[in-house]
């Protein structure tokens, strides 16, 4: 079992930046790849971003590309999301997960979830 909890939701203002972590216990954190979803009111679950289990790869939404950047520090059991130039769009609930699988991009892959932390933007 692995436990996840994200932090750093909140309301920021277009353009602002904010920092999700996701801190993971129970099993060996460096075992799964992580990833971040978010899903807004009324819409699918979508992919953000993934990062392998010792970081040496990362993947990105489109939507995200460029403004986004998923890391992780397996000595503290963390993951990241830095969220550069936000947009509304970019409101939702973010879910980190973890899975061994590398099917990063398939929601069903992930073995486990956070509860979750809302990011409002606002314009």
């Known amino acids: 079992q692995v436990q996840l909890v994200e932090s750093g939701g909140g309301l920021v203002q277009a353009g602002d930046s904010r920092r999700l972590a996701c801190a993971a216990s129970g099993h060996t954190f460096s075992n799964y790849n992580i990833g971040w979803y978010r899903q807004a009111p009324g819409k699918e679950p979508e992919f953000v971003a993934a990062?392998?289990?010792?970081?040496?790869?990362?993947y990105y939404a489109d939507s995200v590309k460029g403004r986004f950047t998923i890391s992780r520090d397996n000595a503290k059991n963390r993951a990241y999301l830095q969220m550069n130039s936000l947009k509304p769009e970019d409101s939702a609930d973010y879910y980190c997960?973890?899975?061994?699988?590398?099917?990063?991009?398939?929601?069903?892959?992930?073995?486990?979830w956070g509860q979750g932390t809302q990011v409002t933007v606002s314009s």
């Open positions: 997960a973890a899975t061994r699988s590398g099917s990063y991009r398939y929601k069903a892959a992930y073995d486990y």
């Open positions: 990062i392998t289990r010792v970081g040496g790869s990362t």
